[in-house]
C-alpha cells in the first residue's frame, strides 16, 4: 500500500533525477504527485536546492493552494500542477522542466512537429505550445491544461515544458522525450528541411498504438 512517505520520495527522486539530467538548473522547475483518492498533492517545496532535498521537505496541499502537511512552501508554481489535475483526470503526476533545447522552441512561440516515430506513444504526437501566463497564477495552468488537450506534455511559451502522467516516472519520462525530440529538430533544422511524418503513416501508427485518430 502506498503511504504518504513513499510519495513524497517518489516526487523528491524526480525532482533530483531532473536536476541531474540536466532538465531543469538551480532551483528552478517543480514536480508533483496528486494522490486522487485522498485529494492531496504533493509538490516540491519553492527555493530548496534539489542537492539536499529529502522526502520530508515535500509539501503537501489540497489544490486550492492549502498547506496540509510540510515546513516550506509550495513550489510557487502550485497552480500550473493543480490546474492540469482538475483538467485531466487520468493524469496524477505533473512535471515542469526548463530543459533547453525545448524551452528555447517555448521562447520563440513554436511548438515542435511530429518528426519522430516515438513521439506518438509517449507524448501523444506534436508538442504543441500553451500561451503565455503570468508565472504563479491561475493562467499559467489554465492554459497549459488547453494545450495537453490530447497530449501528454506541451511547450509553455517564454516559461519552459510541461509534461503528465499515472506516475512521476512516466511524466518524467515523458519530459525526457520533449527534450529529444527538440534537440533531434534543432539540428534537422541546420542540416536542411525537417520532413514531418505524413498524415498517412499518422494515421497507420494511432491504430498501432492504440491511440486516439486525429480530428481532420
Not at 172 to 189: C, G, M, S, T
Amino acid at each position: 500500500m502506498n503511504t504518504v512517505y513513499e510519495y513524497k520520495k517518489m516526487v523528491q527522486e524526480t525532482a533530483q533525477r531532473s536536476y541531474r539530467e540536466g532538465l531543469v538548473a538551480g532551483t528552478s522547475g517543480n514536480v508533483s504527485f496528486f494522490d486522487r483518492e485522498n485529494n492531496l498533492m504533493y509538490i516540491t517545496p519553492s527555493n530548496l536546492d534539489y542537492s539536499v532535498m529529502t522526502p520530508e521537505d515535500i509539501m503537501v496541499t489540497d489544490l486550492c493552494g492549502n498547506v496540509v502537511e510540510g515546513a516550506h512552501k509550495p513550489s510557487s508554481e502550485w497552480r500550473l500542477h493543480a490546474e492540469i489535475y482538475k483538467a485531466k483526470q487520468e493524469v496524477c503526476s505533473v512535471i515542469h522542466t526548463h530543459s533547453p533545447y525545448a524551452t528555447g522552441f517555448a521562447i520563440v512561440h513554436e511548438g515542435i512537429p511530429l518528426i519522430l516515430v516515438e513521439m506518438l506513444p509517449f507524448l501523444g504526437g506534436d508538442v504543441p505550445v500553451a500561451k503565455f501566463g503570468l508565472p504563479g497564477t491561475d493562467a499559467v495552468g489554465i492554459n497549459a491544461a488547453a494545450a495537453l488537450q490530447g497530449r501528454n506534455a506541451a511547450l509553455l511559451e517564454n516559461h519552459g515544458v510541461v509534461a503528465t502522467g499515472a506516475r512521476c516516472e512516466q511524466a518524467y519520462l515523458r519530459a525526457v522525450y520533449v527534450e529529444d525530440a527538440a534537440k533531434a529538430y534543432h539540428f534537422a533544422r541546420l542540416m536542411g528541411k525537417p520532413i514531418e511524418i505524413t498524415a498517412e503513416d499518422e494515421e497507420y501508427l494511432r491504430k498501432k498504438y492504440n491511440l486516439p485518430l486525429r480530428e481532420c
